[in-house]
T-cell receptor, first 115, second 112 residues
Framework: DTGVSQDPRHKITKRGQNVTFRCDPI?????LYWYRQTLGQGPEFLTY????????KSRLLSDRFSAERPKGSFSTLEIQRTEQGDSAMYLC?????????????FGSGTQLSVL | QQPVQSPQAVILREGEDAVINCSSS?????VHWYRQKHGEAPIFLMI?????EQKGHDKISASFNEKKQQSSLYLTASQLSYSGTYFC?????????????FGQGTELSVKP
């Protein structure tokens, strides 16, 4: 069990550019979540997958954001035409929903800075 | 809808106790508690399920009142290592196993 890993750890980009983040969940976890966190706030839900199916996407999420989990393993989150307001920590988490009481395991996050 | 945490911030001396509250307007299936240190990922503390259970390990415990849709996290005889931001995350009865919605956090500082 190597934990949830995210890449890159930091990303600096210019406004208007596209960025893509990757998340590798714990291997046996079938649910994968993306959250966004800004300074002083709790993680804000973006979207989640069960295996390769995207089950829910936040209504607050702009259509510039898209996420995939093509083979039910790793996931990517893409932001198109980045804006300064997209600057945040993007957290990935996973869990196995086949039992009860299943906690989320978080990755260390990708810190995005849009200049 | 986001659960509401109180207080927003707490400053303690080592050895003092603290209570952090989490309140939701929705019928809850579970409440999760996490602690996050600056620049790090949130770390799981415990889960409470509807049924009004109480859990604890070491000097950290929590309760869940499903009738009031409230949970409280109790930290007793606080240690320096307890410093960080505490988040509750809630699952509704309509979305078990689905998304967790997190509160805005309670920043805890333990001083020597």
């Amino acid at each position: 069990d190597t934990g949830v890993s995210q890449d890159p750890r930091h990303k600096i980009t210019k406004r208007g550019q596209n960025v893509t983040f990757r998340c590798d969940p714990i291997s046996e976890h079938n649910r994968l979540y993306w959250y966004r966190q800004t300074l002083g706030q709790g993680p804000e839900f973006l979207t989640y997958f069960q295996n390769e199916a995207q089950l829910e996407k936040s209504r607050l999420l702009s259509d510039r954001f898209s996420a995939e989990r093509p083979k039910g393993s790793f996931s990517t989150l893409e932001i198109q035409r980045t804006e300064q307001g997209d600057s945040a920590m993007y957290l990935c988490a996973s869990r196995d929903d086949r039992g009860r009481n299943e906690k989320l395991f978080f990755g260390s996050g990708t810190q995005l800075s849009v200049l | 809808q986001q659960p509401v945490q109180s207080p927003q911030a707490v400053i303690l001396r080592e050895g003092e106790d603290a209570v952090i509250n989490c309140s939701s307007s929705k019928a809850l299936y579970s409440v999760h508690w996490y602690r996050q240190k600056h620049g790090e990922a949130p770390i799981f503390l415990m889960i409470l399920l509807k049924g009004g259970e109480q859990k604890g390990h070491d000097k950290i415990s929590a309760s869940f009142n499903e009738k009031k849709q409230q949970s409280s996290l109790y930290l007793t005889a606080s240690q320096l290592s307890y410093s960080g931001t505490y988040f509750c995350g809630t699952e509704t009865i309509y979305n078990q196993g689905g998304k967790l919605i997190f509160g805005q956090g309670t920043e805890l500082s333990v001083k020597p």
